[in-house]
């Protein structure tokens, strides 16, 4: 045996980023400011696009405000310190209106707005904390995240803008009560659409070239539907909820909230052109309809994907319980409990097609004495250094498994007796050559392996595999580190 010294090396103290670098909370501070800058423009230039694409004529009542969604997030990621940003970003979206309108203290009645917007973006934010504390995870989760995230919040900045602009004389007061409903909804249906978009691709950020096609043709195909619906055939608008149904089966939820967030933009977009199914003489009954329809649409879309998704993970735990009782957990070898299967499996088909199979069984040699002299640790990464040697000297179509201890078996199907023992004569080569390292200590093993050969007859499993252990026995009464095989015959079994 050989004494090999590995040092321990230790790395010095210190908040190490994964680029290798030192990053200190000054740094860290300094990044997160540039963040919620950028975030603060995103903010500014949705409430701008909102005032341009989603506010109807004549009544200039924006019925989609992506910006609250966008503030809400600014919460979840930097808590309070989002504040000021989003009031920032909001007053400088929302000042050119109010001074078009040419009332008086444009300035501070801006300014009052601007905070009930920052306002509802950390309410939402302490109310996502309070009630969802994992995020939406299950379609259940939906209706607390619709009452307690989206409308608690929005009501609470409405009303506090609805007062404001009605004493500034902005609105009439007899308007007051239909824009704060309309301020709730517009606010509302920005959160539902942004925050599960943000939290579905924070969780998951690839990209399956599958899933983008699938994303593509149904873009493609909810477009059509789109364009005649709003081009005379206004019917069409309805298939638009089956068609984004089917894809919520088919696609990840990122690409799922992507897809569904363009769409409901490109209605109500579309809509504020005074194009489409959603026009009528009753304005208020028009925007009824159609905020009915984005909202409707929205959650039974967000409650399908979630709930399949949901299932998704439920059948993959599923998959990994029932792989983690089929597979032993050190060598990563199948156990025996279905090894044994396999091969009354592979009996009854080599009976049936008059092919022959082989069966091995093998044993570490005094590896009792590997765990009295070095331990068990030792013995563990030794019997899992001979399981890597069996994988890699036999077939894709072979079934190695570990029998329990330091008992080992592979199946062999349409082999012969001498293919197996050829196999595992490279193992026991390999095995013989190849220490396994411990604590700088060379350990040395062998195995003795039995290998029996199933020609046919009215020889069971059972029959077959205590052969195999006779062989084994023989092997080792030999002397150890060696093969006997030979042909299993109901006279030999």
């Not at 659409?193 to 579905?200: G, S």
């Not at 593509?216 to 055939?233: C, I, P, Q, S």
């Amino acid at each position: 045996m050989s004494n090999m010294v590995n040092p321990l090396k230790s790395s010095a103290p210190g908040q190490v980023g994964q680029d290798g670098q030192t990053h200190s909370p000054f740094r860290k501070k300094l990044q997160e400011i540039a963040f919620l800058i950028c975030a603060a423009g995103l903010y500014y230039l949705a409430a701008r696009t909102g005032m341009q694409l989603f506010a109807l004529k004549p009544s200039n009542i924006t019925l989609l405000w992506l910006a609250s969604g966008i503030g809400m997030v600014m919460g979840m990621r930097h808590g309070l310190l989002a504040f000021p940003f989003i009031l920032m970003a909001s007053f400088l979206a929302n000042y050119p209106g109010m001074v078009e309108a040419h009332k008086n203290s444009p300035a501070l009645y801006t300014l009052i707005s601007a905070m009930a917007d920052g306002l509802a973006g950390i309410v939402a934010m302490l109310m996502m904390r309070l009630s969802l504390p994992q995020g939406l995870r299950q379609s259940t989760d939906l209706l607390h995240f619709g009452i307690k995230v989206c409308l608690i919040p929005t009501m609470l900045s409405s009303l506090i803008l609805s007062l404001n602009l009605s004493v500034g004389g902005y609105i009439h007061w007899d308007e007051a009560g239909n824009f704060f409903r309309m301020l709730v909804l517009a606010d509302s249906l920005g959160i539902l659409l942004i925050y599960p978009l943000y939290q579905a691709w924070r969780d998951d950020h690839q990209l399956h070239s599958n899933e983008v096609q699938r994303l593509v043709l149904t873009g493609l195909g909810v477009g059509v539907l789109l364009y005649l619906a709003f081009r005379g055939h206004p019917g069409f608008i309805y298939f638009v909820l089956p068609v984004l149904l089917l894809l919520a089966f088919y696609v990840s939820l990122k690409l799922m909230t992507l897809a569904l967030t363009a769409s409901m933009v490109a209605i109500i977009a579309i809509t504020g052109q005074q194009l489409g199914p959603f026009q009528s003489s009753n304005l208020v009954e028009a925007n009824f309809m159609l905020v009915c329809f984005v909202c409707t649409t929205t959650f039974t879309i967000l409650a399908v994907a979630l709930h399949n998704r949901q299932l998704l993970t439920i059948e993959a735990a599923r998959q990994e319980w029932q792989k983690a009782a089929e597979v032993d957990e050190l060598t990563k070898l199948i156990n025996r409990a279905t090894f044994l299967p396999m091969l009354a499996e592979e009996h009854q088909r080599a009976k049936r097609i008059k092919r022959p199979y082989a069966l091995a069984l093998l044993d570490i040699d005094h590896f009792k004495k590997v765990n009295d002299i070095y331990g068990h640790q030792a013995g563990d990464e030794v019997i899992a250094h001979f399981a890597s040697l069996m994988q890699a000297n036999t077939r894709g179509i072979d079934k190695a498994a570990r029998l329990g201890g330091d008992e080992f078996a592979v199946l062999f199907p349409e082999s012969d007796a001498m293919d197996a023992a050829a196999a595992m004569e490279r193992l026991r080569l390999r095995l013989e050559k190849s220490p396994v390292t411990v604590a700088g200590i060379d350990i040395y093993v062998t195995a003795s392996i039995g290998i029996t050969e199933y020609q046919g007859g009215d020889v069971t499993p059972d029959m077959v595999r205590t052969r195999a252990d006779q062989l084994l026995y023989a092997a080792k009464h030999a002397g150890r580190n060696r093969i006997m095989f030979d042909a299993v015959t109901d006279e030999a079994a």
